[in-house]
Antibody, heavy 124, light 106 residues
Framework: EVQLEESGGGLVQRGGYVRLSCTASGFSFSSYWMSWVRQAPGKGLQWVANIKQDGSEKYYVDSVKGRFIISRDNAKNSVYLQMSGLSAADTAVYYC?????????????????WGKGTAVTVSS | AIQMTQSPSSLSASVGDRVTITCRASQDMRIDVSWYQQKPGEAPKVLIYAASSLQSGVPSRFSGSGSGTDFTLTINSLQPEDFATYYCLQDYNYPWTFGQGTKVEI
């Protein structure tokens, strides 16, 4: 069964650091882009970061640039999100997702497998 | 960043109704849009990718259309399990951006 499982969330102090992990199973992890998406309480979805199959390309939403780092370890079938300089605005459920690419006249991406999410709460 | 303006923000519908949700992009983005369904307490689930391609396993009552700046998700014959929040997402360029969401209520 294709699965993603996040871990590492919890209560963290303002200005603090947390590292989220996402472990994949049931598919060839190293063949896929991976994403992190977050959802603040009662709010909509926000894409956070992407990482290419070999880790050579990384992209971030502007609000986390310089504070968050996405990385992966293909040998461990895992993707990570290191989060520092945390504020209340980072309080959210963080989802890990597999980004699938469809090659036609252009490349089209979509997130077809999602984990259940891990909650991060930033306290003051 | 590209803005995805989704409308309506919520709607009330009945079982059997046809429902249409739209997303308007702030710039031309070919067909680089996907649609997601999210139920309370659950992770999102992809319904449509590349504007109109139905994800495997998704019922055919869901359909997507559009290109350029205007995109539509249509649910034909709404079923009880379709009451949820729906989001569009653009992957045309970074940062990827979601629409604000449309809550479909009974």
């Amino acid at each position: 069964e294709v699965q993603l499982e996040e871990s590492g969330g919890g209560l963290v102090q303002r200005g603090g650091y947390v590292r989220l992990s996402c472990t994949a199973s049931g598919f060839s992890f190293s063949s896929y882009w991976m994403s992190w998406v977050r959802q603040a309480p009662g709010k909509g979805l926000q894409w956070v970061a992407n990482i290419k199959q070999d880790g050579s390309e990384k992209y971030y939403v502007d609000s986390v640039k310089g504070r968050f780092i996405i990385s992966r370890d293909n040998a461990k079938n895992s993707v990570y999100l290191q989060m520092s300089g945390l504020s209340a605005a980072d309080t959210a459920v963080y989802y890990c997702a597999r980004a699938r690419v469809v090659a036609r006249e252009y490349y089209y991406y979509y997130m077809d497998v999602w984990g259940k999410g891990t909650a991060v709460t930033v306290s003051s | 960043a590209i803005q995805m303006t989704q409308s309506p923000s919520s709607l009330s519908a009945s079982v059997g109704d046809r429902v249409t949700i739209t997303c308007r992009a702030s710039q031309d983005m070919r067909i680089d849009v996907s649609w997601y369904q999210q139920k309370p307490g659950e992770a999102p689930k992809v319904l449509i990718y590349a504007a109109s391609s139905l994800q495997s396993g998704v019922p055919s009552r869901f359909s997507g259309s559009g290109s350029g700046t205007d995109f539509t998700l249509t649910i034909n014959s709404l079923q009880p399990e379709d009451f949820a929040t729906y989001y569009c997402l653009q992957d045309y360029n970074y940062p990827w951006t979601f629409g604000q969401g449309t809550k479909v209520e009974i």
